[in-house]
């Protein structure tokens, strides 16, 4: 707050500083905020569009187990150790076969995931299909639609403060490049002179 008042010793671009400072708090505290606010609305609205899509063009239909798919081959050794990575891995869900009934009536058979462990051949339980009975994900819901959008309203609010941040240190570090320029000119004129009787020291 000092650079405000009147001093003899406040330079223009302390005074300059001040106002930048002003400015970025304003910034911080009102526009990156309101980044934020609407960055959020606009994702959430898209979010919550398609989340109503996809409830719309997404069913829930029962499938039956039909059989245990096949497992795919593994590498063979030839005299030496299996790769250690691949003994870490994660199991996997057991794929299956089963067959269901689409929404429009066709019927179809593909490899799933098992809903239970260890599947057994007759076994019901439900996937999600479009109308067409083709595999899909699980829709998105309206809660993970706003928390999605909530997430990406921080990170734009923060994103805007970080921006002005920079922006204020690149000012205040160009006006201290020119304080020290100034500074070098005046020792440059008066340095000769310093300390000499009679020069006005």
Same mark, same amino acid.
Do not use: C, K, Y
């Given at each position: 707050m000092w650079r405000w008042r009147r001093n003899p010793l406040r330079r223009p671009t302390d005074l300059f500083e001040a106002w930048v400072a002003f400015a970025a708090l304003i910034c911080v505290l009102l526009v990156a905020p309101a980044i934020g606010t609407v960055a959020g609305m606009e994702v959430d609205g898209t979010l919550q569009r398609a989340a109503r899509e996809q409830r719309q063009e997404r069913y829930l239909v029962p499938a039956v187990v039909v059989r245990p798919a096949a497992v795919p081959p593994t590498g063979t050794t030839t005299g030496t150790e299996a790769d250690p990575s691949a003994q870490r891995q994660a199991p996997q869900r057991?794929?299956?076969?089963?067959?269901?009934?689409?929404?429009?009536?066709?019927?179809?058979?593909?490899?799933?995931? &098992? =809903?239970?462990?260890?599947?057994?051949?007759?076994?019901?339980?439900?996937?999600?299909?479009? $109308?067409?009975? !083709? /595999? %899909?994900?699980?829709?998105?819901?309206?809660?993970?639609?706003?928390?999605? &959008? =909530?997430?990406?309203?921080?990170?734009?609010?923060?994103?805007?403060?970080?921006?002005?941040? $920079?922006?204020? !240190? /690149? %000012?205040?570090?160009?006006?201290?490049?020119?304080r020290y320029i100034l500074l070098d000119r005046a020792w440059a004129a008066t340095g000769p002179d310093w300390g000499r009787a009679g020069a006005g020291s």
């Open positions: 057991t794929q299956i076969v089963a067959s269901w009934t689409a929404p429009d009536g066709s019927s179809h058979q593909g490899t799933v995931p &098992a =809903a239970e462990e260890p599947p057994r051949t007759g076994d019901r339980f439900r996937i999600w299909t479009d $109308t067409q009975g !083709r /595999l %899909v994900g699980r829709p998105l819901d309206a809660s993970s639609a706003s928390a999605h &959008a =909530a997430v990406v309203g921080l990170a734009a609010a923060l994103a805007a403060a970080a921006l002005v941040e $920079t922006v204020r !240190r /690149l %000012v205040v570090r160009r006006l201290m490049h020119r």
